[in-house]
C-alpha cells in the first residue's frame, strides 16, 4: 500500500466531503465501517489505531476468531454483520455482534427475536434488499419488502433501515436511489449502501453507513 490505513481513513472521509461537494449536496458523514474480512490482525489493529471504531463482519466464526481477544483491548468497538446468516448462528451473532445489516427473510428474523429475549439484548437491524433481483444474491425481493417489515415489526425489532450490494457491472446509482426510495416510503431512516468501489457516489445519494474494504486495507489475499 502506498499510503498507511490511517491516511486511507482519511481520504475516504475526503472523498465523500468532495463528491458530496460536487453533487451540491450537504455531506451526511455516514458511519464508515471498516470491512475486516479475511484481513491480517495487523491491519485491523493499524485501523483501531487510527480510531476507527465500526466493523463489518461477513463471517460469524471468522468475526468471533478476530475479534474475542480485540474486543478485551478496544471494548467501544461496534462489529456489524454484513453477510449472510443462518439461522442456526443466530445465538452466537446476537452474542457476538451490535448490529446485523443483513436479515433478508421472516425465519431469520424470528430467530434473532428469539435470541435476543433470551440474550435480553436487543440489537439494531437493517434488512437487506435485493435491488437487482439477482437469483444468487442474498437480501428480500423488493414486491416481498412489505411483507418483511410487517413481520420484524411485529416481532418487535428495532428496524433501523434497509441495505443493499448493488449487481456488478451495474450503475450502482440506479440502486442506491432505489434504496433511498424504499426507505423513505416504509418509515426507515438508515441507508446502509457503498462500497470501495462507490462508497463517495453513495453518499451523495445520501448513504447513513458505508462499508468499506479494501479502499482502506488493501485488497485481500484469499490463498
Known sequence: M???????I????AEITRM???AGVKAASPRLLAVSKVQPVERVVAALEAGQRDFGENRVQ???QRWTDLKQDYPDVRLHLIGSLQTNKAA???ELFDEIQSVDRAKLARAL???MAVQQKQLPIYLQVNTGAEAQKGGVMVDDLPDLLGECKSLGLDMRGLMCIPPA????SLHFALLKKLAKQHGVDGLSMGMSGDYALAAAIGATDIRVGTAIFGERDYS
Open 10 to 13: 482519511n481520504t475516504v472521509h
Open 62 to 64: 471468522e468475526a468471533e
Open 169 to 172: 457491472g451495474d450503475d450502482p
Open 20 to 22: 458530496c461537494d460536487h
Open 92 to 94: 452466537k451473532a446476537v
Open 2 to 8: 502506498t499510503q498507511s490505513i490511517s491516511e486511507n
Open 113 to 115: 427475536a428469539k435470541e
